[in-house]
């Protein structure tokens, strides 16, 4: 989580491809394969579907900081972004969560979907309370079904020979296979668009909570 909240806020705050190639060949040169096949889906521009309602998001943000309901929408529209907007209003914390990518999509997020509403609450609490601010933007919007960058599709305008010379073979193979829609794996993981999800009998249907193609 740590690591791709880092490219994400890297992404999001340059307009320079160039500087967007430089930081997704570093997160994926030291990336694990399989917290790199989830990085590519969701900069592909795919996304789960919603996991808890965004509704219940900004009932619980308004419990924690203490808020009235009319003060938060005034925030949210000066912000722009709901996902923002809680994460900014939310107690300040400096902690840093630890849990790798894959982890948390697959055990702590996709599984709620199918939870009652009090375990839903409890553990986006738990879950906000051991994130720093950047960290509670990203979950926001990866629980609220609102992530979206879609920033590995613009690499096509670069070139294949460039990225390569950029940011390596295994990783350039990574991009254009995800791309092309190859439904090769690499180190053992499989591509984003067909993630391997592990879930249990008592995690609810595997096919329900697998990553929805959202194009």
Not at 87 to 108: F, G, S, W
Not at 157 to 171: K, T
């Amino acid at each position: 989580m740590k690591h791709f909240t880092k490219l994400y806020v890297q992404l999001d705050q340059t307009n320079k491809t160039n500087e967007k190639v430089e930081a997704m060949r570093s997160y994926f040169e030291h990336a694990e394969p399989h917290d790199s096949a989830w990085a590519l889906y969701f900069l592909s521009g795919r996304k789960p579907r919603q996991i808890v309602p965004s509704k219940l998001l900004r009932e619980w943000a308004l419990e924690l900081s203490g808020i009235p309901e009319w003060l938060f929408m005034e925030s949210r529209d000066t912000v722009g972004d709901s996902a923002e907007t809680m994460a900014l209003l939310l107690p300040n914390t400096t902690d840093t969560d630890e849990t790798p990518l894959h982890i948390l999509v697959e055990e702590k997020l996709l599984p709620l979907r199918v939870s009652d509403v009090e375990i839903q609450k409890e553990a986006v609490t738990e879950a906000w309370s051991r994130m720093n601010y950047s960290q509670r933007l990203v979950y926001n919007k990866l629980i609220s079904g609102a992530f979206r960058v879609g920033v590995v599709r613009k690499i096509r305008e670069i070139g294949r020979a460039e990225v390569v010379s950029l940011m390596g073979d295994e990783i350039a193979a990574r991009i254009f296979s995800d791309l092309d829609k190859n439904a090769e794996e690499i180190g053992g993981v499989a591509l984003p668009f067909i993630v391997p999800v592990r879930f249990t009998a008592e995690n609810g249907d595997a096919d329900d909570l697998r990553p929805i193609d959202s194009r």
